[in-house]
């Protein structure tokens, strides 16, 4: 199989404080992980492409400062949410792709983060 | 533009009443199509991986064909935990990382 996991799966935080979602891919080893935004009834919005050792590549308008991204390891990635605000209130999903292989995404089951 | 277009939006069945799910896209040389299922409020799960127009992969009730302009993903004799909003995805042909661009989903539901 390839499974995906995310820790935790939900989170409660106060406006100002900063939130760490933790995405593990727990057998096999993942040559990058990335990492979504879903709003209700949307599909999903990539936020940025995370390769282990390097820097992240963010999409456009997401603000890197704000949305850390570390990927310490092929197989552990983590996103901060820094100085969250309601508007940050989101259901965040990761995924990873294996080392040589093609180029299928494996998903996490997601993170619900409530800002209040 | 490279994009994914599904459609429908929304499709009712009732359950044993078979149908078919589709995905337009348009990129600049296919380097694969994706379908997922997600259920709500949790993360989607990979069904299948299509390369070349011509191909097909079957998954229980479900089956994907590809074409060079679409894919179709067939559920046949559909049962109530088919409910589901399925998505498709291609790989960006000018992104070296995997990206995937994906459709908005069809929301499959199946009544009893």
């Known amino acids: 199989g390839a499974v995906v996991s995310q820790h935790p799966s939900r989170v409660i935080c106060k406006s100002g404080t900063s939130v760490k979602i933790e995405c593990r891919s727990l057998?096999?080893?993942?040559?990058?992980m990335f990492w979504y935004r879903q709003f209700p009834k949307k599909s999903l919005m990539l936020m940025a492409t995370s390769n282990e050792g390097s820097k992240a590549t963010y999409e456009q308008g997401v603000e890197k400062d704000k949305f850390l991204i570390n990927h310490a390891s092929l197989t552990l990635s983590t996103l901060t949410v820094t100085s969250a605000h309601p508007e940050d209130s989101s259901f965040y999903i990761c995924?990873?792709?294996?080392?040589?292989?093609?180029?299928?995404?494996?998903f996490g089951p997601g993170t619900r983060l409530t800002v209040t | 533009e490279d994009q994914v277009t599904q459609s429908p939006e929304a499709l009712r069945l009732q359950e044993g009443e078979s149908s078919s799910l589709n995905c337009s896209y348009t990129v600049s040389g296919l380097r694969g199509l994706f379908w997922y299922r997600q259920d709500p409020g949790k993360g989607p799960e990979f069904l299948f991986t299509?390369?070349?127009a011509g191909e097909e992969k079957e998954k229980e009730r479900l089956k994907a064909t590809l074409t060079k302009k679409e894919s179709f993903l067939h559920i046949t004799a559909p049962k109530p935990e088919d409910s589901a909003t399925y998505l498709c995805a291609v790989r960006d042909p000018y992104n070296q990382g995997g990206k995937l661009i994906f459709g908005q989903g069809t929301e499959l539901s199946v009544k009893p």
């Open positions: 057998d096999f080893q993942a040559t990058t």
């Open positions: 995924s990873a792709r294996r080392i040589r292989e093609g180029g299928e995404q494996y």
């Open positions: 299509l390369y070349s």
